[in-house]
């Protein structure tokens, strides 16, 4: 492996063996893996935390680099509305996820483009004429430069079901 000036590593040192694509990784500061996925020595920005017995918790953590414009529409079950965002992830390969939040939630949750956040999301897919579209549901938001976490247990507050009739193309 090639030195850069000074002696450090140009790249990250270190086995290149990339884990099982469901390798959980615990949330106590990733003690379970010497390295992230890649060898380098950086905790990913996306992140699955499980504990035995319950439901993993999904999260991002970036940068809001988007806010597109908010769609609404009605539906056999009453009024909706979505917003999507996309958020980058940090690393030496930055990548871009596109997710959404629903109703109240936008109102809630107030993101605006150039905000550090940690995203708490479901992940839903849905068949539509023979292909498979997955949603990034957001349903919580924390900003970087939060004080801290209040103590009280998230709440997920499920987005009306999308039928055929509902979906735009």
């Known amino acids: 492996m090639s030195q850069a000036t000074g002696g450090t590593p140009a790249m990250c040192a270190g086995p290149r063996i990339r884990p099982p694509v469901n390798t959980l990784i615990s949330s106590a500061g990733y003690p379970s893996l010497p390295s992230d996925n890649w060898g380098c020595r950086t ?6 935390h499980h504990q035995a017995g319950a439901t993993p918790v999904l999260e ?8 597109l414009p908010e769609k609404s529409g009605t539906s056999a079950r009453g009024e909706w509305r979505k917003q999507e965002y996309v ?6 390969y930055p990548k871009q996820v596109c997710f959404m939040a629903w109703g109240d939630r936008i109102d809630q949750f107030q993101i605006k483009e150039g905000q550090e ?21 957001a349903w919580r938001v924390e900003r970087a430069d939060a004080a801290g976490d209040d103590g ?18």
């Open 87 to 92: 958020i980058e992830l940090p690393g030496d």
């Open 152 to 169: 009280a247990p998230p709440t997920r507050e499920e987005p009306p079901p999308i039928s055929d009739d509902d979906v735009p193309f």
């Open 43 to 48: 905790p990913p920005a996306a992140v699955m």
């Open 117 to 137: 956040l940690t995203v708490h999301f479901d992940l839903e897919s849905r068949e539509y004429n023979g292909r498979w579209y997955t949603d990034v549901k």
């Open 60 to 67: 991002l953590k970036g940068k809001i680099i988007q806010v």
